[in-house]
Nanobody, 118 residues
């Protein structure tokens, strides 16, 4: 499974960004898709995740501001980030849990930088 993320950049506080991540490959079934982030000097943390059935889970720090969604036909996951704060500055990593036969594997995208600054 290859993951291609896009949509990062520089935005002012209070602004919005939308990240996208497309998964490609064959002979796999995607289960969960999501986003993690890692700020300088901090551990990688969950931002939001969505199951194949559409159930979602968010970090408390982004609830009410971020919305995760997915297009199963395109194997693509999105996160709409609104009311961005300086503390949202981080490298954002796309994440996919995919099944090959009886086994599940975790896959990570290359990371996309989000900088919230005036």
């Amino acid at each position: 499974v290859q993951l291609q993320a896009s949509g990062g950049g520089l935005v002012q506080p209070g602004g919005s960004l939308r990240l996208s991540c497309a998964a490609s490959g064959s002979k796999f079934k995607i289960n969960a898709m999501g986003w993690y982030r890692q700020a300088p000097g901090k551990q990688r943390e969950l931002v939001a995740i969505i199951t194949s059935g559409g159930s979602t889970n968010y970090a408390d720090s982004v609830k009410g501001r971020f919305t995760i969604s997915r297009d199963n036909a395109k194997n693509t996951v999105y996160v709409q980030m609104n009311t961005l704060k300086s503390e949202d500055t981080a490298v954002y990593y796309c994440y996919v849990k995919a099944r090959w036969g009886p086994h599940e594997y975790d896959y990570w995208g290359q990371g996309t930088q989000v900088t919230v600054s005036s």
